[in-house]
């Protein structure tokens, strides 16, 4: 709300005080009318308000789960709800929820065609390992199976170094 301005000739000290307590008293209205809007946002709403929003959305808190990820559940349920179903879409999901980078490889050779590979380093397995079921059960493919492969990096060290070695073939007839 913006401050209140009095004419030069209601400059006068108990002007000023009705002006003060008139301008205190609407900023506080204005944070009560505010209030339910607020309570909207999934991100700064109470607790208890956060769990109907996650009823009518579907999102079920799992057990241990820390109050920071059911509010990024509650969040991005609608555009995760969207992108359900999809490669590109079950990433984005996993990114928008911090479990990070994620190769999902589909169709293999040699294995059934229903099983999805889902590659992930093991930090990420160990770190998350309900929030992955949560998300597989709730945003994975119908009738496929999911496998969750371990990746784990390696440094290599390669060293470029010049070789000036001469052959020559001689090849003798009679």
Same mark, same amino acid.
């Given at each position: 709300?913006?401050?209140?301005?009095?004419?030069? *000739?209601?400059?006068?000290?108990?002007?000023?005080?009705?002006?003060?307590? #008139?301008?205190?008293?609407?900023?506080?209205?204005?944070? *009560?009318?505010?209030?339910?809007?607020?309570?909207?946002?999934?991100?700064?709403?109470?607790? &208890?308000?956060?769990?109907?929003?996650?009823?009518?959305?579907?999102?079920?808190?799992?057990?241990?789960?820390?109050?920071?990820?059911?509010?990024?559940?509650?969040?991005?349920?609608?555009?995760? #709800?969207?992108?359900?179903?999809?490669? #590109?879409?079950?990433?984005?999901?996993?990114?928008?929820?911090?479990?990070?980078?994620?190769?999902?490889?589909?169709?293999?050779? /040699?294995? /059934? *065609? /229903?099983?999805?590979?889902?590659?992930?380093?093991?930090?990420?397995?160990?770190?998350?390992?309900?929030?992955?079921?949560?998300?597989?059960?709730?945003?994975?493919? &119908?009738?496929?199976?999911?496998?969750?492969?371990?990746?784990?990096?390696?440094?290599?060290?390669?060293?470029?170094?010049?070789?000036?070695?001469?052959?020559?073939?001689?090849?003798? &007839?009679?």
């Amino acid at each position: 709300m913006s401050p209140l301005k009095l004419p030069f *000739w209601l400059a006068g000290s108990e002007l000023t005080k009705l002006k003060d307590a #008139a301008q205190a008293w609407w900023a506080r209205v204005t944070e *009560w009318l505010r209030w339910p809007l607020l309570q909207m946002d999934a991100e700064t709403c109470h607790l &208890t308000v956060l769990d109907l929003l996650a009823w009518q959305r579907d999102i079920t808190r799992f057990k241990d789960e820390p109050e920071s990820l059911y509010r990024l559940r509650v969040k991005f349920a609608f555009i995760n #709800a969207v992108d359900a179903g999809s490669t #590109a879409g079950l990433k984005r999901i996993l990114r928008r929820l911090g479990v990070g980078y994620v190769e999902i490889d589909e169709r293999m050779p /040699d294995r /059934d *065609w /229903d099983v999805v590979l889902l590659r992930l380093s093991d930090s990420q397995l160990s770190e998350n390992p309900e929030l992955l079921r949560v998300l597989i059960q709730q945003y994975g493919r &119908t009738c496929r199976r999911y496998d969750f492969v371990s990746i784990t990096p390696v440094t290599l060290r390669i060293a470029a170094v010049q070789f000036n070695d001469d052959q020559q073939t001689l090849v003798a &007839t009679l």
